[in-house]
C-alpha cells in the first residue's frame, strides 16, 4: 500500500542493480529505490503492480515479480514496444521512474491453509512467482502448492536459477512446453494438460491462482472447475491496456469495473457477472 497519498501520482527514481537474461526477449530488471523512505513506502502483494517510466518514451504496467519483503524490487519484462525496447537498453546505473503499487493482488493472506494450484502462462508467470516467493516465506501457512507453467518453447522458460529453492521448499513444479526443441524431456502439449492429472485431497479447501493469455485463462478456469473449485477460490489475473493506473482515465474498463482498481485479480465468481470470456 501507498501510505503517502501524495505520491500516487509522482514516479519514484529506481536504479537498475541487477539484470538477469532470463530467456529470448525476457530480462527480468532487479531495481533499488533511490531514497531510503521510497524502499519503505513501496511495500506490495503479489499481483500488485507498479508504473514503469522512462523519460521521454513512456511508462508501462509491470507486475513485481520478487517476495514481497524484498526491498529491492524485481520485474520481469518481455520485449514487446517502445517502453519495453528502451528498457532493454538500459544497463546498471540506470534510473527508471516507478509509481505504484496499484490494484488488488491475489488474496494470499484469506487463502492460508489451503492447499494452492498456480497456472502460469508465459509471461504471465512474474505475479506467480512473487505470489510462489510469499508462500514459502510462510511455508507452514500453506498446504500443498502445484505450479503449472506453460510456454511456447523450452528456451522460453523463466527462473530456472530458482526451480531448486522452490522444490525444496516442497513446491511441486510442472513445466509443459507447446513446442519440444533441443533436448526437452517433458511434456509437451497445453498447460491445462497437467491439470487434468492433478488429484486434490480436498477440494473445499484449495484455491487455484492464474495469470496469463486472456485464451488461456478461460480453459485454466474451465479445469480448475471440473476439478471442483468453487468459483469464489478461482483468481485471475487479467491484462488490460492501461494509463492512469488508478481508476481515474477509463482505459482499463470492463463494464463498470476498472482492472487497474478493483483488479487485476478478480475471483471467478466476480467475473461471471462481468463481461469477461473465462467461463
Ligand atoms: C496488470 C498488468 C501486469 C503486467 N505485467 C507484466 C509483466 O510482469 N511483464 C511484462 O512483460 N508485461 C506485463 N504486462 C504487459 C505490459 O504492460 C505491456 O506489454 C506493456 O504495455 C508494453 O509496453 P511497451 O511500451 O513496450 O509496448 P507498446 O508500445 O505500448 O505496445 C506494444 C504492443 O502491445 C499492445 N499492448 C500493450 N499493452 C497491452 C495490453 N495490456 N493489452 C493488450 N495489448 C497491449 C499495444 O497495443 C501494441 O500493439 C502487464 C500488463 C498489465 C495490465
Ligand atoms: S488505467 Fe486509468 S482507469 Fe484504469
Not at 538500459?90 to 494452492?116: A, E, H, L, S
Not at 516442497?170 to 491445462?192: A, S
Request: charge should be positive.
Amino acid at each position: 500500500m501507498v501510505r503517502d497519498n501524495r505520491h500516487t501520482y509522482r514516479p519514484r527514481p529506481a536504479k537498475v542493480i541487477k539484470i538477469i537474461d532470463e530467456a529470448p526477449g525476457i530480462k527480468t530488471f532487479r531495481l533499488r529505490f533511490e531514497m531510503q523512505k521510497d524502499r519503505k513506502r513501496f511495500s506490495f502483494l503479489p499481483g500488485q503492480f507498479g508504473l514503469f517510466s522512462l523519460m521521454g518514451i513512456g511508462e508501462a504496467t509491470f507486475s513485481m515479480c520478487s517476495p514481497p519483503r524484498q526491498k529491492d524490487i524485481e520485474i520481469s519484462v518481455r520485449n514487446v514496444g517502445d517502453v519495453t525496447n528502451a528498457m532493454f537498453s538500459m544497463q546498471k546505473g540506470d534510473v527508471i521512474g516507478v509509481r505504484g503499487p496499484y490494484g488488488k493482488g491475489f488474496p494470499v493472506g484469506d487463502i492460508k491453509g489451503k492447499d494452492i494450484v498456480i497456472v502460469a502462462g508465459g509471461i504471465g508467470f512474474p505475479p506467480l512467482a512473487s505470489a510462489v516467493e510469499y508462500i514459502i516465506q510462510r511455508r507452514k501457512n500453506y498446504g500443498k502448492v502445484y505450479v503449472y507453467y506453460g510456454v511456447h518453447a523450452p528456451e522460453d522458460i523463466v527462473y530456472r536459477y530458482k526451480k531448486e529453492r522452490w522444490l525444496k521448499s516442497g513446491i511441486k513444479i510442472f513445466t509443459t512446453v507447446e513446442k519440444k526443441t533441443g533436448g526437452w524431456r517433458g511434456p509437451v502439449g497445453l498447460v491445462t494438460d497437467g491439470l487434468k492429472k492433478l488429484k486434490l485431497a480436498d477440494v473445499q479447501n484449495a484455491a487455484g491462482l492464474s495469470c496469463g493469455p486472456p485464451i488461456m485463462l478461460k480453459f485454466v478456469s474451465q479445469e480448475l472447475r471440473t476439478l471442483g473449485l468453487e468459483p469464489d477460490s478461482i483468481f485471475l489475473s487479467l491484462e488490460r491496456l492501461m494509463q492512469c493506473g488508478i481508476g481515474k482515465c477509463g482505459h482499463c474498463n470492463i463494464g463498470n469495473k476498472y482492472v487497474c482498481r478493483d483488479g487485476p485479480v478478480f475471483s471467478l465468481s466476480e467475473l461471471r457477472y462481468m463481461q469477461e470470456d473465462v467461463w
